[in-house]
C-alpha cells in the first residue's frame, strides 16, 4: 500500500506570497493532519481534516488554512507569507477506526520565505 | 494541558549495544496513546512502536521495546542491538483519540561503529 505523498518537495517563495502545499493520504485513510516543525518551535499542529471537515485546529493565525476533498487528499494553504513561515510542514493520515488512532506520515514539504 | 518532555536532547550508543531514551508526559486522561517516531536525516517521521494506555503489556517490535509506566506517566525507548541506520533524532508523542499529536523536543540519537 502507497504511503501518504506530499507534493511539492521543495518550494521557495518571497515574503507575500501565498503558498499550497498538498497531501494525498495513505488509502482507505479519511483523517489528514498537518504539522510544522521549526528548529525554534519543535513540532506544532496545525489542523486536521475528517471527512472534509475540519474537526481540529491548532494556534496558528488565519493566514494558514486547508481543506479537504471527497477524496481524502488534502491541500493547505498559506496566504501573505513571512518569514517565519519557513519550516518543514508534514501531513499525516490516519483511518480512524475504533482503537486505530495511529498518524502515519508523509516526506514533508521544506518551504523557505525569502 | 497535556505536555511531552524528553530530557535528553542527544545520545550516543556503540552498534550492538542498547540505549534507553526517556520521556514522561503530564495528562489528567486515563485513555490515550502514545508513540515513538523516528525522523532521519531524509526528514520522514517513521512510527516506530505505538503503546495504548489502557495495555499493561508494554510494546514491542523486533529490536524496539518501551517500559510504560503509567502511573509514573513515563514511557521510555530501548533500542537492542543498536545498528548504524538507527541514527536519528527519536521524537516522544502523545495523543487522546481523535486528537492531535503532542510531540516532545527529541533526542538525536548517534551510532558510533
Known amino acids: 500500500k502507497a504511503g501518504v505523498t506530499q507534493t511539492p518537495r521543495y518550494l521557495i517563495k518571497t515574503r507575500g506570497q501565498q503558498v499550497t502545499l498538498s497531501c494525498s493520504p495513505i488509502?482507505?485513510?479519511?483523517?489528514v493532519s498537518w504539522y510544522q516543525q521549526t528548529p525554534g518551535q519543535g513540532l506544532q499542529f496545525l489542523f486536521e481534516?475528517?471527512?472534509?471537515?475540519?474537526?481540529n485546529k491548532g494556534n496558528f493565525p488565519g493566514r494558514f488554512s486547508g481543506r479537504q476533498f471527497s477524496n481524502s487528499r488534502s491541500e493547505m494553504n498559506v496566504s501573505t507569507l513571512e518569514l517565519g513561515d519557513s519550516a518543514l510542514y508534514l501531513c499525516?493520515?490516519?483511518?480512524?477506526?475504533?482503537?486505530?488512532?495511529?498518524?502515519?506520515f508523509g516526506p514533508g514539504t521544506r518551504l523557505l520565505v525569502l | 494541558a497535556q505536555t511531552v518532555t524528553q530530557s535528553q536532547p542527544e545520545m550516543s550508543v556503540q552498534e550492538a549495544e542498547t540505549v534507553t531514551l526517556s520521556c514522561t508526559y503530564d495528562?489528567?486522561?486515563?485513555?490515550?496513546?502514545l508513540f515513538w517516531y523516528k525522523q532521519p536525516p531524509s526528514r520522514q517521521m517513521i512510527l516506530v512502536i505505538r503503546?495504548?494506555?489502557?495495555?499493561?503489556q508494554n510494546a514491542t517490535e523486533n529490536r524496539f521495546s518501551v517500559n510504560f509506566q503509567k502511573a509514573a506517566k513515563s514511557f521510555s525507548l530501548k533500542i537492542s542491538d543498536s545498528q548504524l541506520g538507527d541514527a536519528a533524532m527519536y521524537f516522544c508523542?502523545?495523543?487522546?483519540?481523535?486528537?492531535?499529536?503532542?510531540f516532545g523536543t527529541g533526542t538525536r540519537l548517534q551510532v558510533f561503529p
Open positions: 499525516a493520515s490516519s483511518l480512524p477506526s475504533g482503537r486505530e488512532e495511529t498518524q502515519y
Open positions: 488509502s482507505g485513510h479519511r483523517s
Open positions: 481534516y475528517f471527512s472534509e471537515t475540519q474537526r
Open positions: 495528562t489528567s486522561e486515563s485513555d490515550y496513546y
Open positions: 503503546q495504548e494506555a489502557y495495555k499493561q
Open positions: 508523542a502523545y495523543n487522546r483519540r481523535a486528537d492531535k499529536l503532542i
